[in-house]
């Protein structure tokens, strides 16, 4: 079993930064790719990035692209997500899941492990 926890979260204006933790312990042998989703009220938990464990490997969804950072911190299994120039739009629950599937799956329905979520808020 992998447990996740998610730190890093807050309150930011527009055009402002974060950086987002998700540090995993447990049976992380058993990793393969390590997801961000995000869950806006009303709104479908979403797809933000994947790393694979490996650290060989990122995707991002288009509105993040070039603005946010997925990363692996191999001294600490901590998998750090840097999000830059945050727009309203951003404003979510950040959730880390961990997969044993290969690939860099966007769907929630394929990650085995989930943290608690870190709240994200960017004020206009």
């Known amino acids: 079993q992998v447990q996740l926890v998610e730190s890093g979260g807050g309150l930011v204006q527009a055009g402002g930064s974060l950086r987002l933790s998700c540090k995993a312990s447990?049976?992380?042998?058993?990793?393969?790719?390590v997801g961000w989703f995000r869950q806006a009220p009303g709104k479908e938990r979403a797809f933000v990035a994947a790393?694979?464990?490996?650290?060989?490997?990122?995707s991002y969804v288009d509105s993040v692209k070039g603005r946010f950072t997925i990363s692996r911190d191999y001294t600490r299994n901590t998998v750090l997500l840097q999000m830059n120039m945050l727009e309203p739009e951003d404003t979510a629950v950040y959730h880390c899941a961990g997969g044993r599937m290969g690939g860099l799956s966007t769907s929630p329905s394929l990650y085995d492990f989930w943290g608690q979520g870190t709240q994200v808020t960017v004020s206009s």
């Open positions: 447990g049976g992380t042998f058993s990793l393969n790719t």
């Open positions: 790393i694979a464990w490996s650290g060989r490997g990122t």
